[in-house]
């Protein structure tokens, strides 16, 4: 499933191996910068050219912690939860693979992993494997999401 299928979907309509993805985003200097000033998270690695061109990756990195708020948006953007998600509940487990630089493109495949109904909610949690690539297709970040969604009935 693309995107442009997935508005508002209900817990009883997710399933297993389900797959969704979204458009794609690319990483600028405005972004780090922005997310530095609200963080506080001004470490050289992100903020200084001249650093990080000594450092281990040769050039700036973004925040991991941004990638996933970035990614976090990309998966609002394709719809799947507009108006019926509850809760984000939980982020069980998250890798940080490869850096992400200024001018990367990164791209999250959302894929549903396991559904458990909770009627006390109207509704149930749905975990997510997330896959987040970068222009070259290499995965830069993955890991699993729980989110509490509403039910149909």
């Known amino acids: ?13 997710f399933e297993i191996d389900m797959e969704i993805t979204s ?16 963080s506080g998270d001004y470490n050289q690695l992100h903020t200084d050219e001249i650093y ?6 040769g050039q700036r990195v973004a925040h991991g912690l941004l990638v996933i708020s970035i990614v976090s948006g990309l998966a609002g953007q394709t719809g ?9 509940r939980e982020i069980p ?8 630089f200024i001018g990367d493109t990164i791209t999250v495949v959302i ?21 987040v690539y970068n222009q070259n ?7 699993q999401w729980v989110m509490l969604i509403k039910s149909q009935m």
Do not use: C
């Open 23 to 38: 458009q794609g985003r690319t990483i600028t200097e405005a972004d780090i910068s922005a997310f530095a000033g609200l």
């Open 1 to 13: 499933m693309n995107s442009r299928g997935a508005r508002g979907l209900y817990f009883e309509q």
């Open 52 to 57: 990080a061109s000594d450092a281990t990756f």
């Open 93 to 100: 487990r998250w890798k940080f693979s490869h850096p992400v």
């Open 111 to 131: 894929k549903v992993t396991k559904t458990k109904k909770m009627s006390q909610l109207n509704g149930g949690a749905v975990t997510f494997s997330l896959d």
């Open 80 to 88: 799947f939860m507009e108006r019926t998600v509850i809760a984000f």
């Open 137 to 143: 297709n290499s995965v830069v970040q993955h890991g």
